[in-house]
């Protein structure tokens, strides 16, 4: 990873400063994919067990990725995950599915945070207070872990899901809108696991 793009411990060492302990930073994969679920994950970094070099998930390769995730699980206070089916996506629409699932994720948690990061989502009432950075995972390392775990895990289902579908290509584009993900909707029409309320699947022709 190039020098300098590493996410900082600045706002978790100010909160730490003033006797915020347990920051927890949220953060979700699969907002903008035409199938599969959407992924929250929660992680509150240990302040005595700093884990290095955290970076958003999107600059970060998938063995990186993996890697930290690994570390992540193993050094942090508390980690927690929520997965928010395709199906439920198209009923409540994939901004309600996200706040859905980063609630669901900080109720998992193990230990109860007393501040929230978030990268840029505002959720209402959580009973601690909350700051919503834009391009959080980028610029907050706990908002970075958080990136990576709901990515990891999230790339994860995706390739399971490439077992039961492979003439789609999850395991390639993670159900991405790419040239070949939307020329075997065209062809195939969309399985079980794709959202039907998203263009890119309903304007690949006359699919259902």
Known sequence: MAPGRSASYRYEAQAWRGGVARVAGLDEAGRGP????LVAAAVIIDPARRIRR???SKILSAERRE???EVIHARALAVSVAVVDHATIDRINVLEATRQAMRQALAGLSVAPELVITDFVTLEALGCPQKN???G?????SVAAASIVAKVTRDRIMLEADKLYPEYGFARHKGYATPEHLEALDRLGPCPLHRRTFSGVWRQGELF
């Open 34 to 37: 035409l199938a599969g679920p």
């Open 54 to 56: 955290l970076a958003d």
């Open 137 to 141: 995972d980028a610029r907050c390392a």
């Open 67 to 69: 890697a930290f995730f």
């Open 133 to 135: 950075l834009v391009d």
